[in-house]
């Protein structure tokens, strides 16, 4: 996770989906400059960069506004 000068970290979710022997868990994180940064299991595109593929460091996710 590569900060800017002056942000910092002000949230983290971590949630997950399976049962007890299989947990596959998804984590983000939400900046003082409103930047998201998610990792973890994205077999069904959770994490929200594009792609189904899990990620081991933090990616930058853009947000969109609804209309």
Known sequence: LVLNTGEAVELV??????NDANVFPTTCARTNRQRVFC???NGNGQIGDGTT??????????LFSQP
């Open 13 to 18: 979710v971590a949630g997950g989906m399976g």
């Open 39 to 41: 990792w973890g299991y």
């Open 53 to 62: 593929v899990g990620k081991n460091a933090p990616v930058e996710v853009t």
